[in-house]
């Protein structure tokens, strides 16, 4: 069975950095795209930033050049490095993993995804 779980997560001031984890359990699929998600208040969900099986990496245009997202698949672990956080970065975060093979360079911010966390809640103050 697999599972997700985020933490990480917490109160910080504009400006400031949080890191996001995920460990991935009973998930085989080291190659497959993973992915993080946040839902906003007032908004729908959406995708923040995707990374494939070699490590190639895509992102939001409003995070790129402040979010970074890697894996260790030896430690079954997807991190979130948030830089330069901003009030409108305010929300729960969602790790999510696929269950099969699609081109996560091109989907990855989308899905379709069969797998997620509970959610960690991330608070930017200004």
């Known amino acids: 069975q697999v599972q997700l779980s985020e933490s990480g997560g917490g109160s910080v001031q504009a400006g400031g950095s949080l890191r996001l984890s995920c460990v991935v359990s009973g998930y085989p699929y080291t190659s497959y795209c993973l992915g993080w998600f946040r839902k906003v208040t007032g908004k729908e969900r959406e995708g923040v930033a995707a990374i494939d099986g070699d490590s190639i990496t895509n992102y939001a245009d409003s995070v790129k050049g402040r979010f970074t997202i890697s894996r260790d698949n030896a430690k079954n672990t997807l991190y979130l490095d948030m830089n330069s956080l901003k009030p409108e970065d305010t929300g729960v975060y969602y790790c999510?993993?696929?269950?099969?093979?699609?081109?996560?360079?091109?989907?990855?911010?989308?899905?379709?995804?069969?797998?997620w966390g509970q959610g960690t809640q991330v608070t930017v103050s200004s």
């Open positions: 999510a993993a696929t269950g099969s093979n699609w081109p996560c360079r091109r989907a990855g911010l989308t899905g379709p995804y069969n797998y």
